[in-house]
């Protein structure tokens, strides 16, 4: 799966893990912060998130780990954590 396949497929995750009816795919940016000024998320729903990661890819985090705040930072990044996940793995 490419890099672009793989964004797009945590688009959709997102959509579906926040219920996020209102949003398509298309309006989630690559880069744009998840947090804040971006999609405007919050803590609960980061929790949401690191769950739907871990029943769908596997990937255990640690919520101590100083790179989980930049590997939800945005899109992107989250494709990062899951092919850095897969390379150890594989």
Same mark, same amino acid.
């Given at each position: 799966?490419?890099?672009?396949?793989?964004?797009?497929?945590?688009? /959709? =995750?997102? #959509?579906?893990?926040?219920?996020?009816?209102?949003?398509? *795919?298309?309006?989630?940016? +690559?880069? @744009?912060?998840?947090?804040?000024?971006?999609?405007?998320?919050?803590?609960?729903? /980061? =929790?949401? #998130?690191?769950?739907?990661?871990?029943?769908?890819?596997? *990937?255990?985090?640690?919520? +101590?780990? @100083?790179?989980?705040?930049?590997?939800?930072?945005?899109?992107?990044?989250?494709?990062? =954590?899951?092919?850095?996940?897969?390379?150890?793995?594989?």
């Amino acid at each position: 799966m490419s890099t672009q396949q793989l964004i797009q497929e945590l688009k /959709a =995750l997102l #959509i579906q893990a926040l219920d996020l009816e209102d949003i398509s *795919i298309d309006d989630i940016s +690559d880069t @744009d912060p998840l947090f804040n000024e971006g999609l405007g998320l919050d803590s609960i729903d /980061a =929790l949401e #998130i690191g769950v739907a990661l871990q029943k769908k890819y596997g *990937i255990k985090l640690n919520p +101590d780990a @100083d790179d989980v705040k930049t590997y939800f930072s945005s899109v992107s990044q989250l494709a990062k =954590l899951v092919e850095n996940n897969r390379t150890l793995e594989g």
